[in-house]
């Protein structure tokens, strides 16, 4: 493991040090399950008005001076259930069919949100991958760290990256100006991981080799707003739900176009490295 940590990013290494010491287990936000993830794996959105199914934009979106009306969560990471270390998440059952004596070891009632919530991510932690796609979900760093090196092969260094908020952020939904030429992060192959609602910090991973184009963009909000945002484009959506909440958003169908997703601030991407930068144009 020692050779693996120096190729870990440095933002990265902070974001784990907080969030290693953020809020009791038990402080959770557990009211609402993640949109983005929820979407991205075909589920069904309640509204199509939904202001948070403004994550999705088009290839064609990608270009300076583009304006785009994006929906980034205020979720303040400060009151995130804290990462924890193996040994402890080791010790707590992680399965559906144990989810009654966790919820006692939680003091969850049965019919509470938190239950729902925990049922949600622990199915789809349970749910077979898609074809060609490879899937785990972390419930430590290590883990993390263990299940990406088993994707990537033993000989292949990888990095992290994340959306990052470059000034305070207020404003959920507002339009976002592409303030510089959209970056392409080249690289054979990226594990994506979104942040699952749990006592604890829960991550579902999924990566594949190819299909998908990564790219990094400046962005600039309507009332001032800066963020360093991290997207994918997926190339092939022939085999997707045709009731996708994507298709609905950008007014397309399956296999008709890629469909391109901005990832949230509390998501990590992993990349093999070295990677290539190259501008859009």
């Known amino acids: 493991m020692g050779s693996l940590f120096t190729s870990w990013s440095c933002s990265f290494l902070v974001y784990v040090l907080l969030v290693s010491q953020y809020a009791p287990t038990h402080s959770w936000n557990f009211q609402s399950m ?3 993830v929820l979407h991205a794996h075909g589920e069904r959105p309640s509204s ?3 202001p948070s199914l403004n994550v999705f934009f088009t290839k064609n979106d990608l270009r300076l001076g583009k304006r785009i009306p994006i929906y980034f969560s205020s979720k303040d990471l400060s009151t995130s259930p804290r990462l924890l270390p193996r040994e402890e998440s080791n010790s ?9 004596e966790l919820l006692d070891f939680f003091s969850f009632p049965k019919q509470s949100p938190q239950a729902k919530a925990m049922e949600y991510t622990l199915s789809q932690c349970k749910s077979d991958p898609l074809a060609g796609e490879t899937k785990f979900c972390a419930d430590s760093l290590e883990s993390m760290l263990d299940s990406a090196q088993g994707f990537f092969g033993a000989e292949t260094e990888f990095r992290v990256l994340t959306t990052k908020y470059l000034s305070e952020h207020t404003a959920l939904l507002q339009n976002y100006t592409v303030l510089e030429v959209p970056r392409k992060v080249e690289t054979p192959k990226m594990v ?10 829960v991550f579902y991973c999924h990566g594949q080799e190819g299909g998908r184009e990564l790219f990094e963009l400046s962005l600039g909000g309507d009332n001032g707003e800066r963020v360093e945002a991290v997207g994918v484009c997926h190339a092939d959506t ?3 739900d045709p009731d996708h909440a994507a298709f609905r958003v950008l007014r397309t169908r399956p296999g008709e176009s890629p469909v391109c997703h901005f990832f949230p601030a509390d998501n990590v991407i992993w990349v093999a490295s070295p990677t290539v930068i190259k501008l859009v144009f």
């Open 34 to 36: 993640p949109k983005q």
């Open 192 to 201: 994506a991981c979104h942040s699952m609602p749990y006592p604890y910090a």
């Open 48 to 50: 199509s008005m939904d």
């Open 238 to 240: 022939s085999r997707w």
């Open 92 to 100: 707590i059952p992680f399965s559906l069919s144990q989810l009654p």
